[in-house]
């Protein structure tokens, strides 16, 4: 069974940094791209930051220049490196992966963590 599971949210000051893990387990394949979204209340859940397996990245324009993603292939995780937080990036953090599992390989699943607030706040 696969899952994916976040860790690192908290409380911070604006200004402030935090950095968020997300590890894959489980019987895994592959993995192909993975990611972190976000949702704050009332609105929906959008792209913060995406990774490929080769390592090329994209990152929603409100986050360029303070957060930074990476990802160890060996282990399975991805990271999220966010500095100069500010009380906007407030939210609920999802990992998420697109992954084959070893039963089913060769296909393509989205994955999701179970989410880990960030509250951004004085």
């Known amino acids: 069974q696969v899952q994916l599971v976040e860790s690192g949210g908290g409380l911070v000051q604006p200004g402030g940094s935090l950095r968020l893990s997300c590890a894959a387990s489980?019987?895994?394949?592959?993995?192909?791209?993975m990611g972190w979204y976000r949702q704050a209340p009332g609105k929906e859940r959008g792209l913060v930051a995406h990774i490929t397996s080769g390592g090329s990245t994209n990152y929603a324009d409100s986050v360029k220049g303070r957060f930074t993603i990476s990802r160890d292939n060996a282990k399975n995780t991805v990271y999220l490196q966010m500095n100069s937080l500010k009380p906007e990036d407030t939210a609920v953090y999802y990992c998420h992966a697109d992954l084959s599992p070893t039963v089913l390989a060769g296909t393509w699943y989205d994955f999701w963590g179970q989410g880990t607030q960030v509250t951004v706040s004085s």
């Open positions: 489980g019987s895994i394949f592959s993995i192909n791209a």
